[in-house]
T-cell receptor, first 114, second 114 residues
């Protein structure tokens, strides 16, 4: 069965500090991988996605993620966090064939302190 | 280019009632997916409509049903509401291209069942 694990429910970082949000997945085959961000009262915005090729993926807002097949991980990173990055972050996977629905993790809430 | 519009933004219903949520897809998109996001959880796939036909369904009971119209807008209907149906309901439109998963999410409808 498919599953996405985000082990950190809540992370607090200081503005300007680096950030890493963890994501592990369990899937029959290497899926497509995504990171979304959700601000309060808003829908989901795509930060970045991995389909194939270079395992280091660049996204919007200065975010990047690295796919590690051996660890079934797709961790999200940002070198310097801004106060506006405070939000909920979701990792998601999607199948390469068949239905194109996404399976989401439970999310990590990011708090940024001055 | 308009995004995905959902209505209403909030509503309160009584247990046992029925509710209809609406979604206008992004211009040019022919596929609509619905997700349920309970408090503190990631979104869960309800179903998807492609060219007015159901194109996949998650683990939700039959009292969750939907429609897609010729203009690709969509409705989500929930009968016999239960307290656990309280959640944010997200609509996402896409071009039906499975490889790209090019979802655009709406801001959601917050349903409270009392």
């Amino acid at each position: 069965a498919q599953s996405v694990t985000q082990p950190d429910i809540h992370i607090t970082v200081s503005e300007g500090a680096s950030l890493e949000l963890r994501c592990n997945y369990s899937y029959g085959a290497t899926p497509y991988l995504f990171w979304y961000v959700q601000s309060p009262g808003q829908g989901l915005q795509l930060l970045l996605k991995y389909f194939s090729g270079d395992t280091l993926v660049q996204g919007i807002k200065g975010f990047e993620a690295e796919f590690k097949r051996s660890q079934s991980s797709f961790n999200l990173r940002k070198p310097s966090v801004h106060w506006s990055d405070a939000a909920e972050y979701f990792c998601a996977v999607g199948a390469r064939t068949g239905a194109n629905n996404l399976f989401f993790g439970t999310g990590t809430r990011l708090t940024v302190i001055p | 280019e308009t995004g995905v519009t959902q209505s209403p933004t909030h509503l309160i219903k009584t247990r046992g009632q029925q509710v209809t949520l609406r979604c206008s897809s992004q211009s040019g998109h022919n596929t609509v997916s619905w997700y349920q996001q309970a408090l503190g959880q990631g979104p869960q796939f309800i179903f998807q409509y492609y060219r007015e036909e159901e194109n996949g369904r998650g683990n939700f009971p039959p009292r969750f049903s939907g429609l897609q119209f010729p203009n690709y807008s969509s409705e989500l209907n929930v009968n016999a509401l239960e307290l656990d149906d309280s959640a944010l309901y997200l609509c996402a439109s896409s071009l039906g291209d499975r490889r790209n998963y090019g979802y655009t999410f709406g801001s959601g409808t917050r349903l409270t069942v009392v």
